[in-house]
């Protein structure tokens, strides 16, 4: 497997991995909504779940215009790109 694969794997698995957990907090700040409004809850939770879908979702994003940097990329710019995608997929 070559770099291209092997990153293109790396980016794709983590696209999975964010978009999942983006689904799953969108349903747990709908449940957390729901809840709120029938005990005041505080929005302070709320905003937290709204903060890291904004955050997931700029990240996957990033993620796919990566993804198609790489897979546009000459060989030489592979290595240039590796570094970038794996800071990319730290967050």
Do not use: F, H, P, V
């Amino acid at each position: 497997m070559g770099i291209r694969d092997s990153l293109e794997k790396k980016i794709e698995g983590q696209l999975e991995k964010w978009e999942n957990e983006i689904e799953e907090m969108k349903a747990r700040s709908k449940k957390k909504e729901a809840e709120a409004k029938a005990e005041k809850a505080d929005a302070d939770i709320q905003q937290e779940y709204y903060d890291r879908i904004e955050t997931l979702q700029k990240a996957s994003a990033q993620a796919r215009q990566k993804l198609d940097e790489l897979r546009q990329a000459g060989e030489n710019s592979l290595e240039g790109l590796r570094s970038e995608i794996e800071n990319l997929l730290k967050k």
